[in-house]
């Protein structure tokens, strides 16, 4: 190409379409942020009661005088509105999800966009079934226990910063164990397993759903097997689903 042809070279093609999708994936984000700070801002006000519903498993299982304690000055200001971070982000993850979707999606093919619709929406809806489980389910009976077990002469009040700190950590680490289903999928659609092999390995992953909720779970037996159960629950809808999303190739 000479210096007076006006024809962009495949260096100038490729640069301009790298800068083209970051300005996208900037504006996406910032749809993502926007949407993220309007919800924040609008539990603000709420933030101290989102923190009294989030602290009702434990606080109506404490002795009769006991109740939560901040140690630490800033506490009853800063924990209520890091809560309400939380939620806002719980909320607003949808929309943050449809964003990114959006973006990547033009450079998928058919068949990966109709695995990857279903794939996104049961990840979003097992996490948000985890959370939900952790916190009607397993941490009243984990409180319960807990409270049973405190030693004579010991006062149970909780810093109510290691609280939320505890809880979040228990969503997350629920809301992770049931995408099991959107996992096996994931490992047999890029051919690592498939439902045959999955079918055989049932005994390890009972196995191993029991091993994770020892690890997770507070130290009582109750709280581990209303963890394994379901994991091993959601691996047979997982295995199911392999078999229904993902046909094995015809033999010629």
Request: glycine share 4%; net charge neutral; with cysteine.
């Amino acid at each position: 190409m000479t210096p007076s042809d006006p024809r962009p070279s495949a260096d100038d093609a490729i640069e301009e379409g790298l800068f083209s999708h970051l300005i996208e994936l900037r504006s996406r984000l910032l749809r993502a942020v926007v949407v993220l700070l309007l919800v924040l801002l609008a539990l603000v006000p709420v933030a101290n009661h989102l923190y009294a519903e989030l602290a009702k498993p434990l606080v109506e299982r404490m002795p009769q005088g006991a109740h939560l304690i901040a140690t630490e000055v800033a506490s009853p200001f800063v924990t209520p509105l890091k809560l309400a971070f939380f939620v806002a982000l719980f909320i607003s993850m949808p929309m943050i999800i449809y964003q990114l979707w959006a973006f990547v999606s033009p450079g998928l093919y058919r068949h990966e966009k109709r695995l990857a619709r279903p794939l996104l929406v049961a990840s979003l809806v097992l996490f948000y079934a985890g959370c939900a489980f952790a916190y009607f389910v397993v941490m009243p009976a984990a409180f319960k226990f807990l409270n049973a077990v405190t030693p004579e002469g010991v006062a149970m009040m909780t810093d109510i910063t290691h609280y939320l700190d505890f809880v979040m950590l228990m969503f997350f680490a629920f809301g992770l164990c049931f995408e099991v289903p959107v996992a096996v999928v994931i490992l047999a659609a890029v051919g690592i397993v498939d439902a045959e092999k999955l079918s055989k390995g049932r005994g390890y992953a009972i196995v191993g759903a029991f091993a994770i909720s020892a690890f997770i779970t507070p130290p009582d037996l109750l709280s581990m097997v209303m963890l394994a159960v379901p994991m091993c629950l959601l691996y047979e809808v997982g295995l199911l689903s392999v078999r229904f999303l993902l046909k094995p190739p015809e033999r010629e």
